[in-house]
T-cell receptor, first 113, second 111 residues
């Protein structure tokens, strides 16, 4: 384990469902991130949180809604997704935002049917 | 914004040989360059990083070199082993919340 835990590991959902992805870290990091990883594409930054405050929303559709209740937990709420949203969703944390190595979780493999 | 290009996309080497992966970046203000290794079923793991005030950094069989003038940096793995087989990602950033990743290199080390 890296210290960043993501649940669930796998998720299959219909286009009308509502689900949530959870990320938890107890590394004492102040920054947390959501990334989308699709086949043969670079990692796509979705959201950045610093000390529970969102500092970046990288033009992500509103069907993805992040929540950071405290510096150890990060959620990604999903609703009315499209099949093209199927991907590996990775959570990461770092000491501060940006110029420090990231610790990634193992990801949630999402399939939208 | 920053654009990071990574080559090759796939690399196959014989066990014991060296492997080199190269990345170029577009923004001369970028000053932090990490490398990540992603094994099957896992998230990327930081393996080495370098800052712009350093030209080279080594950690056992892994080294990273940075050429700021040419805006490229490379990962060198010597004496490769089968467990080095994974996807490797480079990244570059210049400030907070501006980390950009390359598309990845799938390295296969044949026994």
């Amino acid at each position: 384990e890296t210290g960043v835990t993501q649940t669930p590991r796998h998720l299959v959902m219909g286009m009308t469902n509502k689900k949530s992805l959870k990320c938890e870290q107890h590394l004492g990091h102040n920054a947390m991130y959501w990334y989308k990883q699709s086949a043969k594409k670079p990692l796509e930054l979705m959201f950045v949180y610093s000390l529970e405050e969102r500092v970046e929303n990288n033009s992500v559709p509103s069907r993805f809604s992040p929540e950071c209740p405290n510096s150890s937990h990060l959620f990604l709420h999903l609703h009315t997704l499209q099949p093209e949203d199927s991907a590996l969703y990775l959570c990461a944390s770092s000491q501060e935002v940006g110029q420090h190595g990231y610790t990634f979780g193992s990801g949630t493999r999402l399939t939208v049917v | 914004g920053e654009n990071v290009e990574q080559h090759p996309s796939t690399l196959s080497v014989q066990e014991g040989d060296s492997a080199v992966i190269k990345c170029t970046y577009s923004d001369s203000a970028s000053n932090y360059f990490p490398w990540y290794k992603q094994e099957l079923g896992k998230g990327p793991q930081l393996i080495i990083d370098i800052r712009s005030n350093v030209g080279e950094k080594k950690d056992q069989r892994i080294a990273v070199t940075l050429n700021k003038t040419a805006k490229h940096f490379s990962l060198h793995i010597t004496e490769t082993q089968p467990e080095d087989s994974a996807v490797y990602f480079c990244a570059a950033s210049k400030r907070a919340n501006d980390m950009r990743f390359g598309a990845g290199t799938r390295l296969t080390v044949k026994p």
